[in-house]
DNA sequence: GCAAAAGTGTTGCAGATACACCCATGG
DNA sequence: CCATGGGTGTATCTGCAACACTTTTGC
């Protein structure tokens, strides 16, 4: 990611991508019991800001989120929610960008004014993401969502109306096991609720009504490794998914 | 609305204007016991579309929609809401449409390829807009949800997207009494959410449940005129809804 | 006075919470 | 063998849906 590239490329393919309207991507993540955002930077040495792309004219917004998280993680499976537009008339100008950066010998009187951007979170395992770890420059980070470093436009904003957002969801719809890997416990569910909604929960309640729901398949298999009694590995199914939508199950915490 | 007015709009207002993006707007009303919503013509005699616009430079989008609404209703204090994001490639083509239209006169060579929209909904009561109906098109109606007439564009997919937007938000916040004068009854508001939630409810515990929220005021007033007992005549509180929401209430359905 | 609508009280059931108890594992 | 974490059963509590009963109004 290079800002005179992002520049050079208004330029020149204009006939191609929509320079006003951009998506920002707030891609989550759970590492060490911390949720956790993917920054990056757009000058080395400059603040941080999140990952994001103009779109192709020939794509909608989704496949332009898409297209972002496949190029930053080298995974295209990744579970992606818009939640919110970001349209201040001062949030991402071009102009006073080139001048912040001291970049001025650039001819900026093709550029766009204010830039709108399309607010999508995004839920990934922290493993899968370390397997295709190789591709990431040095300018990319993992950063704990409660300990934010000074993010350029109206990045925090985005990045707290995601959390906001993914709270919400959370709350209404079991879509946790995103972060988790296929097969996990549920003790390690109930952490990441726990995490996410910053709520203790107790335990025997939680189990219940997970399997309540009846989404979660119960392998035959247990998780080794640790000390003490080995728990039950389980894995979200779809198909269960879907029947528990038709009978109308409510997922709510 | 003119759609050559919008083309010359397109032509000679590039400085103010964004033309790949729009806003357009659900404004929902209640009456006669049906969910309807306000449609609008581009050309006389020609289909349907939603009340639109596109987007000033120097305001965001919100701005943008309420602009919208209080030309169509001469209100501006609208209940409104942003729910999704429409940019399929092919959902708006300046181009085609001219052509469909037999405008083929039109230089459009300084026309966009796709508009994206951002779709919002919005909730009236009726009464408050029949008020100011003064200014209204004669191509302008309410349509009831269940009876749309064939729309232009991805107008139908918006609405519906609207309508299931609406339903999840009233299953969880208390945003029916937008749809009411502001004095109303529990028969009024339980008759809108079977309206919108399109489910019969028992009368004693629906009442029982909206003032367990304890976001309703009950005035020393009844409603007069019909026939049988008079109801108690309620007002939604604003000060009594933020203190429920600081109490961590849950307004679920 | 009666029918219909609205307010209020009562009861029973289902779901959730809290707790208790047991089991398994590694140190 | 014991501390800890995990699975499962059970008692209790709570909320709410359903129903009953009462009150009020217009005709």
């Excluded at 590239?5 to 393919?13: A, E, F, P, R």
């Excluded at 990319?140 to 109306?161: N, S």
């Excluded at 203790?200 to 003490?228: C, P, V």
Aim: charged content about 30%; some cysteine.
């Amino acid at each position: 990611m290079d800002l005179e590239k992002i520049i050079s490329n208004v330029k020149n393919n204009r006939e191609q991508i929509d320079f006003n309207i951009s998506v920002d991507c707030v891609l989550f993540t759970v590492q060490d019991n911390k949720l956790k955002v993917l920054l990056t930077k757009l000058l080395p040495g400059n603040e941080w800001v999140l990952p994001g792309g103009f779109i192709f004219r020939s794509e909608n917004v989704e496949t332009a989120a898409i297209r972002v998280l496949k190029q930053r993680t080298g995974l295209d499976q990744i579970f992606l929610q818009q939640f919110n537009t970001f349209s201040d008339p001062n949030r991402f100008l071009f102009r006073s960008l080139i001048k912040d950066l001291g970049l001025e010998t650039i001819d900026i009187v093709q550029l766009p004014e204010r830039v709108i951007s399309i607010g999508f979170f995004a839920l990934v395992n922290y493993e899968l993401i370390t397997l295709t770890g190789g591709e990431f420059e040095e300018d990319t980070c993992w950063a704990e969502v409660t300990k934010l470093p000074k993010l350029m436009f109206d990045h925090q904003i985005i990045i707290i109306e995601a959390m906001e957002s993914l709270r919400k969801e959370l709350y209404f719809k079991p879509i946790a096991y995103n972060l988790l890997p296929e097969k996990f416990t549920m003790p390690e569910l109930q952490k990441l609720y726990e995490i996410i909604l910053d709520k203790k929960m107790e335990r025997s309640s939680f189990q219940k009504k997970m399997l309540k729901w009846d989404i979660y398949e119960r392998l035959n298999e247990r998780k080794t490794g640790g000390a003490h009694k080995q728990p039950f590995l389980y894995r979200f199914d779809t198909m269960k998914y879907k029947v528990a939508i038709e009978k109308d199950i409510k997922f709510g915490m």
